[in-house]
């Protein structure tokens, strides 16, 4: 990583413009903080994102993608200089796999998302009933500490791997203590992929994020959103119009054009203007066909317009 700091910035530069490109208005960046890199990637990575404020919306979680207690208390000090910069969360990974004691993991997160006034993105990847008490854990943590800012579940794969009873259970504490879950939908041989739509309709806010763009961990990430919707309805078996447009909600907010009745509730009159143009008749179209972007609107700008041919609803 120390080799590669001549060549960061401009490979971040190049990343949110290819970000934006695809049409995304808002990028939240984890951001590795550990002992070699200190807190160089943060200020990197803030000095690059403010060339973009006119045209994007941002936030930064401070990482430590290498555990938060192995590499002792003077990492901890480094974290702690990290989220003095003005990042918005602090993030964290498998408290019970990676550094084998969630208590004092969980302790220490929250006191710091606490005195810095930030949020949590904790990265779960330990599955079944290990991740599952992971996540009671951290919703203990939310209770008795009456935590009021945002925490996000990324991956959490063991949402997609306990029995109903323990998953209701889960999505009723979630939904109570306003905790969101992101996931990059997962196609694997094992049971990976998060029941998304049960989530969602539980009151569990689910949205779809990307990895693995420039890194080591695999070669599929895109960063395109409409893929990832193409993805996840092939995945999920839904063939019907209804069920496609719906599906646009894990990608917007929880915005569509359309309600489930049909009615329209966007845009309308004093929404944010931040939208894209597609080649597509509507939203289903859209992501079953991956119809390509023309232009990117944010907060009313154009930030991105390309000329595209139009075949509209005669795309192959």
Known sequence: MPEQLEVAEQRAHTMIQHYIRLGHTHIRTHVNVDPQIKTKHVQLVKRVLQDYENQI???IVAFPQHG???????FLTILEDALKLGVTHIGGVDPASLDRNIGEVLATTFALAKKY???IDMHLHDRDTLGAFEIHR????????????PVTLSHAFALAGISDNELDELMQRMAENKVDVTTTVVISDENLTLPVKKLYDNGVTVSF?????TDHWSPFGTGDTIQKLNLFIERCGYIDEYQISQSLRYASGGITPLNEQGEQVWPKIGDQANLILVDAVSSAHMIARQCPISTVVSAGEIIYQ???ALKGAYRG
């Open 57 to 59: 919306t941002y936030e």
């Open 68 to 74: 938060l207690l192995r590499n002792g208390s003077e």
């Open 117 to 119: 006034n930030v949020g």
């Open 138 to 149: 951290i919703l203990d943590f939310i209770e008795q500490k009456k935590f009021s800012q």
């Open 209 to 213: 994020g990307h990895d693995s763009l």
């Open 306 to 308: 390309t000329d595209i």
